[in-house]
């Protein structure tokens, strides 16, 4: 299974962007890069996903590296609502895997604290 | 349908007792995952069922667990002589597979266990 670092800890002014990086530099050909978020209290939440192409959707967009060993989820204008833990997964293409092949394997990720 | 759901919310327990833990998925998710999540650490995987059939355990769940799916649809885990240990919030998720609409994962808010 592919790793994922990302650091512990980020701040963001409410209304600038916040741009979250991971670095996924052993991630293999068929993976995806799966980015879930975790407000205080309540279970994770799916925000975007992507194989090579950036991607975009109401809530993020998602940046993958050319190589694509790193990537970068932007949240365009951070709320205070946005504070949260956000997680970066790699994984294979879970609409054809369940168990531990399809399951999803969480780290730490990273907390962000939108501030006024 | 609105989510997945999981009832209790919170369960204080004294050590010794058995608790068992509902989970409501998505109705037409037929993919369903048990997690536990112990503070400051990411949900780590316990189990999983392809509709009735539970298909695979991870090495966190001890005999004194044990989670089924009798018709496919809700699912419950149970802990038998609780310990200290098992204090975490448990978090149940629910995913369409490949034939199913949608993607990802979608988590209830979680069962927060406090052994006592």
Not at chain 2, 41 to 55: H, I
Not at chain 2, 73 to 89: H, K, N, P, V, Y
Request: charged letters at 20%; proline letters at 5%; a positive charge.
């Amino acid at each position: 299974d592919a790793k994922t670092t990302q650091p512990p800890s980020m701040d963001c002014a409410e209304g600038r962007a916040a741009n979250l990086p991971c670095n996924h530099s052993t991630i293999s050909g068929n993976e995806y890069v799966y980015w879930y978020r975790q407000i205080h209290s309540q279970g994770p939440q799916y925000i975007i996903h992507g194989l090579k192409n950036n991607e975009t959707n109401e809530m993020a967009s998602l940046i993958i590296t050319e190589d694509r060993k790193s990537s970068t989820l932007i949240l365009p204008h951070a709320t205070l609502r946005d504070t949260a833990v956000y997680y970066c997964i790699v994984r294979v293409d879970l609409r054809d895997y369940g168990g531990s092949q399809g399951n999803l394997i969480f780290g730490k990720g990273t907390k962000l604290s939108v501030k006024p | 349908d609105t989510g997945v759901s999981q009832d209790p919310r919170h369960k204080i327990t004294k050590r010794g007792q058995n608790v068992t833990f509902r989970c409501d998925p998505i109705s037409e998710h037929n993919r369903l995952y048990w997690y536990r999540q112990t503070l400051g650490q990411g949900p780590e995987f316990l189990t999983y069922f392809q509709n009735e059939a539970q298909l695979e355990k991870s090495r966190l769940l001890s005999d004194r667990f044990s989670a089924e799916r009798p018709k496919g649809s809700f699912s419950t885990l149970e802990i038998q002589r609780t310990e200290q240990g098992d204090s975490a919030m448990y978090l149940c998720a629910s995913s369409p597979g490949r034939t199913g609409r949608g993607y990802g994962y979608t988590f209830g808010s979680g069962t927060r266990l406090t052994v006592v």
